[in-house]
């Protein structure tokens, strides 16, 4: 028998049993793939908190066991270890106190959130103990999990069980560090790194001391590899991760090709292919009298669906729209998110009504009719370490007008740059008049029909499957084990 390579992989959150954004796409797809790959032979196993979530989806589980685990402060975690499935890969549930099944994914209260993860990067360790599983390597994500990198130095460096464990950090999102877990650190035995290249508030922080601390940090797209050793995208700690750029790797996100195919997806009410493309635009007719929008295809619709927050741009689309409001085009958002950004939509929208729909609210199924009618998708994000809806936007035909930042670069082939291959827009002046002008061109372009389709075309053509990437991440694994 082969051995297989042992994977732990430790995430907030996991689609479809909890999920809140991107990471949980991302952790419910790859671990998939990498388990699939014939070429490789893996066993990854995901371990997950049991969050109430999970419980009130429901899916098949039973428990394992359970271990009490004692902390270098002398108290006693009581933990619970449940195993369910998702596809071909085994999902572990964490339970202790502190994630308490009674509580939402992410609090927003520092402190809880706090003591969430900080025990739960403790507990994984204790579970591959407790169930005898000798990760070759530990694959922690963004700064919920980041901690369990560094309990192997703090807490497990005598261990034997972890000797030759190597680790892996993906950053999904930089700027979300885990500032605010300090008390729930020093309560669970944590103390500050001594790495003398952080930056004294970092020492003493979850994400950049999981940086310090791992053999290999891979972001979700190359170009975010580069942005974050740059002062405007490195948060702070860019001149440590210009000086260890050489564990900085990139590798970008892919999106479930089969869940998210316009010839098949059974949520829309016209099905298309790039050779039918006129049935696409009968659920862009069908849309706009849905909404009560003029109907016809010469109005072009433009399109957004996002979380509403700082970082996905909203006061420069706002802004943007605004300096070309004259133009004949149509605009659909749905999202939610922080309150201030959902009123600023609101307000807005009532200026131009018949013009500005904002449906704020989380609706997987009217996403799809919105990727699967829209002219255009909108994404003039702030940052972007990957980016799913413009990778999703593109397989409906959907054209993407974006910020040329990280994973949205990496995966828009720009118009200005190669009218041929071209799959979007893309502008590089991150400002509303940067918006507006490229927006304005993308509306020029939408009336010769020929260029449109090219472009459209192009973009449904794109391979984003994430067995791309799995074999990219398959890998930076061999490659870290070899080392
Ligand atoms: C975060 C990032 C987003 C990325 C996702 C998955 O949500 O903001 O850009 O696509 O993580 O990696």
Known sequence: MINKTKVLFASAEVAPFAKVGGLGDVSGALPIALNGLESESFDLRIFMPFHARVREYNPPHHLIGSFNFKLTNDTNLQCELYLSQIANTK????????????????????????LKYVSFSLLVLEAAKYLDWQPDILHANDWHTALAINALEQHYKKDPFFKNTKTVLSIHNL?????????AMSMLGFYPTTDPDLPDWAKFTPLPMGISATDLVITVSPGYAKEITTPHFGCGIEHYLQKHEYKL???????????FNPETDASLPYQFSTDRLYERVRNKLELQSQLGLDVGHQHPLITMVSRLTHQKGLDLLLDGLEKIVDQPWQFVLLGTGETEIENRVSHFAKRYP?????????????ARM????GDMFTMPSLYEPCGLSQMIAMRYGNIPVA?????????????????NEATGFLFTDISADGFASTLSKALELFEDKVIWTQIQRNAMQQDFSWHHSAITYANAYKNLLNR
């Open 249 to 259: 790797m990139g590798i970008l996100n892919g999106i479930d090709v089969d869940s």
């Open 370 to 373: 919105l990727y699967a009618s």
């Open 403 to 419: 910020s040329a930042t990280g994973g949205l670069r990496d995966s828009i082939i720009d118009y200005q740059q190669q009218p």
């Open 354 to 366: 018949n013009k500005i729909i904002p449906i704020l609210k989380y609706d997987e199924k009217f």
């Open 91 to 114: 999902v572990y549930l964490l339970d202790d106190e502190y994630i308490n099944h009674n509580s939402p994914v992410y609090h927003g209260d520092w402190r809880l959130d706090g």
């Open 175 to 183: 700027p979300f560090n885990g500032w605010g877990s300090q008390e």
